[in-house]
């Protein structure tokens, strides 16, 4: 199974809401990656947990917060964001620090508007 | 210059033609050369990665590394128009503590005509 969940599939937002997006994996990944993707441009790096700690922050404003409660859940909880954060947002997950990592594999993404 | 570069297209083929896809890249650093396929709306799926230079198949599909020519390719034979999607060729660079980063190619929009 290398299904990576993603939940909403569809979310609209205002500026001053807050709100969370889901992503799941059971494919006992200990790499779990976010990536923000706008219409015909690849996906450009936001955050990697591994072994459920952060390992790298792409310079991401404070507005994006990750949480990685377990090593199948990941979170992305989203506050006072702009218009131009509307966009595709993909989780991707890899086997981890120990095995090669470099095998990612992307859930079908949260298509965000933000009004 | 970027590290990577495509030529996002779109290119249009007709239905059953043999498809080249390419990308260049300038850093020697890069170990693997993957490709993803993305259809619209959709998260980017893992189709085949490379490690070294030469040929890789996959049914209809071949990979290939030129790493002289820091040159690769995604060749897909007998088109089918369900492969009409974007194609992103990503390189493999290794961090430090065995984090790797993919950098991307821009993407290929692919049209396969009935």
């Known amino acids: 199974d290398t299904e990576v969940t993603q939940t909403p599939k569809h979310l609209v937002m205002g500026m001053t809401n807050k709100k969370s997006l889901k992503c799941e994996q059971h494919m006992g990944h200990r790499a779990m990656y976010w990536y923000k993707q706008k219409a015909k441009k690849p996906p450009e790096l936001m955050f990697v947990?591994?072994?459920?700690?952060?390992?790298i922050n792409e310079s991401v404003p404070s507005r994006f917060s990750p949480e990685c409660p377990n090593s199948s859940l990941l979170n992305l909880h989203l506050h006072a964001l702009q218009p131009e954060d509307s966009a595709l947002y993909l989780c991707a997950s890899s086997q981890g620090a120990d095995r090669v990592s470099y095998e990612q594999y992307f859930g079908p993404g949260t298509r965000l508007t933000v009004t | 210059q970027k590290e990577v570069e495509q030529d996002p297209g779109p290119l249009s083929v007709p239905e059953g033609a043999i498809v080249s896809l390419n990308c260049t890249y300038s850093?020697?650093?890069?170990?693997?050369f993957m490709w993803y396929r993305q259809y619209s709306r959709k998260g980017p799926e893992l189709l085949m990665y490379?490690?070294s230079s030469g040929n890789k198949e996959d049914g209809r599909f071949t990979a290939q590394v030129d790493k002289s020519s820091k040159y690769i390719s995604l060749f897909i034979r007998d088109s089918q128009p369900s492969d009409s999607a974007t194609y992103l060729c990503a390189m493999v660079m290794r961090l430090e503590y065995s984090n790797y980063q993919l950098i991307w190619g821009a993407g290929t929009k692919l049209i396969i005509k009935p």
């Open positions: 490379t490690y």
């Open positions: 947990y591994s072994y459920e700690k952060l390992s």
């Open positions: 850093n020697s650093a890069f170990q693997y």
